[in-house]
Nanobody, 123 residues
Framework: VQLQASGGGLVQAGGSLRLSCTAS????????MGWFRQAPGKEREFVAA????????NYADSVKGRFTVSRDNTKNTLYLQMSSLKPEDTAVYYC?????????????????WGQGTQVTVSS
C-alpha cells in the first residue's frame, strides 16, 4: 500500500486546513487509517484515526474538538479537517494504514506510512 499525503501549508493561528491521504490499494477499505505528526525536536505522536468503515474514531486529547478524521472509501482517501489551529500544531503530518478492525493509536500497529506533509501555524 502506497500512501500520499497532501494539503499542508502555512496558516495563521485560528485558521483551518484539510489534509488528504490517498492510498494506492483497492483494499483501502480493509485498513484502519491514522494521522500522526512530528514537530521539530520531538517524537512522532498520534493525532487521529478511524476504522475501516469510518464509524469509529480516536483522537489525541490535544486535538479533540478541533480536528476531524474522515474517509471516502470510494476514492481511497483519508481526510483530516483541522480547525482552530494553534502554533503548537506545527509539524510534519503523516498518514498511516493498519490492517486491523480496531482503531490503533500507537505507531507500531501501523503497517504502511506516507511521506508526510508540512503544516505550519503562525502566531
Amino acid at each position: 500500500v502506497q500512501l500520499q499525503a497532501s494539503g499542508g501549508g502555512l496558516v495563521q493561528a485560528g485558521g483551518s486546513l484539510r489534509l488528504s491521504c490517498t492510498a494506492s490499494a483497492r483494499t483501502f477499505r480493509s485498513y484502519a487509517m491514522g494521522w500522526f505528526r512530528q514537530a521539530p525536536g520531538k517524537e512522532r505522536e498520534f493525532v487521529a484515526a478511524d476504522n475501516w468503515r469510518g464509524d469509529q474514531t480516536n483522537y489525541a486529547d490535544s486535538v479533540k474538538g478541533r480536528f476531524t478524521v474522515s474517509r471516502d472509501n470510494t476514492k481511497n482517501t483519508l481526510y483530516l479537517q483541522m480547525s482552530s489551529l494553534k502554533p503548537e500544531d506545527t509539524a510534519v503530518y503523516y498518514c498511516a494504514a493498519s490492517y486491523t478492525i480496531t482503531v490503533p493509536t500507537t505507531q507500531g500497529r501501523y503497517d504502511y506510512w506516507g511521506q508526510g506533509t508540512q503544516v505550519t501555524v503562525s502566531s
